[in-house]
C-alpha cells in the first residue's frame, strides 16, 4: 500500500490581479523563513519587468502542477507551485500529479525592480482558476507583484482563511519525487544549446502529436539535434515528446533552448533529461520522467555504505542552519562554518537535496537553499531502507554468521542471506532487489541491517539474535 498524507492549504484570501492598477497579489500558505516556520509569508513586493512573459511563464508551472500522463490510473488532485526566494530572484516549482513532470521558472535579478526579495519558501494560490487572470497580463502596463500580502489578518493558528481550508492528498512517492529532484539534476551535463529558431523548429516537430507512448533518443550534430533510433555518448533520451508542449506558448518569448541528460552510452536504458528554455531575466525548466507514461521520476539517495550514510545524516544537522535560502551554495565555506571538509559537506548537501532542502541549478550548476513547504520529512524517512534496516536489527531479525563473513536477514516469507568483503562491508544479498539494482540505487534494507548488527557486535552493543 502506498502512504499517503494529506497537506492543508489555508490562504488569507485569493490570489488577484488588478488590472487597473496594473497589480498582482499571490497569496501564500504555510512555509519558512530565516527566522522560521510562517503560516503566510511574504516574499516579494516590486515591479516585474516582461509581464506577459512573466505571466505566462507561470501559467506553465500551473499547467505542469495540474498534469496526469498516465492514463492507466486515477487522477488525484493537483498540488498548488511551490514560490521561493533567496533575497536575489524568485522561483516557482510545480511537479505533476503523475510524477513525470517537473517544471521550475527562475525569475532571476535583471527581471525585478523597485521593491525588495525577501527569503524563504511557501506554497502559492494558483491554480486553474486563475488561467483567465495570467492570460490578461501584456506588456503595454506596468506589473507590480506581491509574493504574499504583508497586511493580511492573522489569527494565532495562522491566517484568516478567505478561501476556505482545503485539503489534498501527499503521496508518499510524489513527496519523494519533488523531494529528488536536486540529487538527479546534479549528476545532468549540457548536451546542447539550440537558437530561438532552432528551439521553435525541433519542439513543434517534437510535439506535432501528444504521442505519449513514444520514446525517443536526440543526438547533438553541430549545433542541433537529430533522432536517433539508439543510445550513443552524448545522447538525451526524450520519452513522450508531447509532454514539452508546455514550452510552446513561450517560445516567442525565448533567446535559447538548453537540453541536459546524464552520461549515457551505446545500450544506456531510457533516462530523464532537463530542457531548459532561455527568456530575457528568466529561465524556464522542464524535467522529464524516463516513461513514456509519466511515471515517477524515481531517484534514490547516492550509493553510500551504512558508516557514510550515517555520518553524512549527522554532518547535514550541521550544515543545515548555514543554508540561509542562498542561490549558488558555497562548499568552501559551508567547510569553513561547520568544520568539516569540503568531501564531507558534499554528502551532507546531497542528503539535504534528498529531504527536499536543497534544489540544483543546472544553469549556473550549483546548489540553492529551498523547503518543501510541507510536512518536515528528515532525511532518514526519504532513505527510507536505512530506517527500515534499523527496525530489523532492533526486532532481532539479523543473526550474525560464527565468523562475521555473513550474515541471515529474516524476512516475513523467507529469509535473505547477505555476504560481507574482505572489508566487512556487504557485498551480495539474495534479494530481488540486489539482483535488480546491486547498489546502483543504494543498498537494500537486509545489507544495511547486516552491517549495522556487525557494527554494533564489534563495538559489543547488544544485538538481539533471531531464533534457530
Request: glycine fraction near 12%; hydrophobic fraction near 40%; charge should be positive.
Amino acid at each position: 500500500m502506498v502512504a499517503t498524507r494529506w497537506h492543508a492549504y489555508r490562504y488569507p484570501g485569493p490570489s488577484v490581479l488588478d488590472a487597473g492598477r496594473g497589480r498582482l497579489t499571490l497569496m501564500t500558505s504555510g512555509g519558512t523563513t530565516p527566522e522560521g516556520p510562517h503560516p503566510a509569508p511574504w516574499l516579494f513586493e516590486g515591479t516585474v519587468r516582461h509581464p506577459e512573459q512573466f505571466a505566462r511563464s507561470l501559467l506553465a508551472v500551473v499547467d505542469v502542477a495540474n498534469a496526469h500522463h498516465d492514463r492507466r490510473r486515477h487522477v488525484p488532485l493537483p498540488r498548488d507551485p511551490i514560490a521561493g526566494a533567496d533575497g536575489e530572484r524568485l522561483r516557482f516549482e510545480s511537479l505533476s500529479i503523475c510524477r513525470g513532470v517537473a517544471a521550475r521558472l527562475d525569475v532571476l535579478p535583471e527581471s525585478l525592480s523597485d521593491g525588495t526579495v525577501g527569503r524563504g519558501s511557501t506554497s502559492v494560490d494558483l491554480g486553474e482558476q486563475h488561467r483567465a487572470t495570467l492570460t490578461a497580463v501584456r506588456d503595454t502596463r506596468e506589473l507590480r507583484v506581491s509574493l504574499g500580502d504583508r497586511s493580511a489578518p492573522r489569527t494565532p493558528d495562522g491566517p484568516v482563511p478567505g478561501r476556505g481550508k482545503r485539503r489534498v492528498p501527499l503521496p508518499e512517492r510524489w513527496l519523494r519525487t519533488f523531494a529528488e529532484l536536486g540529487t538527479a539534476s546534479a549528476g545532468f551535463d549540457l548536451r546542447a544549446e539550440l537558437s530561438a529558431p532552432q528551439a521553435t523548429r525541433l519542439i513543434a516537430g517534437l510535439t506535432a502529436t501528444p504521442g505519449y507512448g513514444r520514446s525517443v533518443w536526440l543526438v547533438p550534430v553541430g549545433p542541433a539535434l537529430r533522432l536517433s533510433a539508439a543510445p550513443s555518448p552524448g545522447a538525451v533520451h526524450l520519452a513522450a515528446p508531447g509532454r514539452l508542449a508546455a514550452l510552446r506558448p513561450l517560445l516567442r518569448f525565448a533567446t535559447a533552448l538548453r537540453v541536459y541528460g546524464p552520461p549515457v552510452r551505446a545500450g544506456s536504458a531510457p533516462a530523464v533529461s532537463a530542457w531548459e528554455l532561455v527568456m530575457p531575466g528568466m529561465r524556464l525548466v522542464l524535467t522529464l520522467s524516463a516513461d513514456p507514461r509519466g511515471g515517477g521520476l524515481p531517484f534514490d539517495a547516492p550509493a553510500r555504505g551504512t558508516l557514510e550514510a550515517e555520518r553524512a545524516a549527522e554532518d547535514a544537522g550541521l550544515v543545515e542552519p548555514h543554508l540561509g535560502y542562498s542561490s549558488g551554495l558555497d562548499l568552501g565555506a559551508l567547510a569553513g562554518n561547520t568544520g568539516l571538509t569540503v568531501t564531507r559537506v558534499r554528502a551532507a548537501v546531497g542528503l539535504l537535496a534528498t529531504a527536499g532542502r536543497i534544489g540544483y541549478d543546472l544553469a549556473e550548476a550549483a546548489y540553492f537553499h529551498r523547503e518543501l513547504p510541507f510536512d518536515a520529512v528528515r532525511a532518514e524517512r526519504l532513505i527510507p531502507r536505512l530506517a527500515a534496516a534499523r527496525a530489523l536489527v532492533a526486532e532481532g531479525q539479523v543473526r550474525l554468521d560464527a565468523g562475521a563473513g555473513g550474515a541471515t536477514v529474516a524476512g516475513p516469507d523467507h529469509a535473505h542471506r547477505v555476504t560481507f568483503g574482505a572489508d566487512g562491508i556487504a557485498d551480495d544479498c539474495t534479494c530481488h532487489w540486489w539482483a535488480e539494482h546491486r547498489t546502483s540505487r543504494g543498498k537494500c534494507r537486509h545489507a544495511i541491517a547486516a552491517e549495522l548488527a556487525r557494527r554494533g557486535a564489534l563495538s559489543g552493543e547488544p544485538t538481539r539474535r533471531v531464533a534457530d
